[in-house]
């Protein structure tokens, strides 16, 4: 969906080029961030809500 038109759009994710484009794209913005906070020295961590997020959480507060 697009706010700012206010219309949906149809992205094509069968395609192999469509779906290895996105991922490149969300790896480099993803460094991106994780170079910002880190070197702004704010702590980071990857938690899954599918698992036992309370562990990784508790992980992240014993490193602090």
């Known amino acids: 969906l697009s706010i ?4 949906q759009m149809c992205i094509r994710d069968r395609s192999r080029a ?7 794209s969300w790896q480099r913005r993803s460094g991106e ?4 906070l880190k070197h702004n020295r704010i702590d980071t961590a990857m938690i899954s809500t599918d698992g036992d997020y309370v562990a990784e959480l508790i992980k992240l507060f014993k490193q602090r």
């Open 18 to 24: 469509v779906r290895d484009h996105y991922a490149a």
């Open 4 to 7: 700012r038109r206010q219309r």
């Open 33 to 36: 961030i994780e170079a910002t």
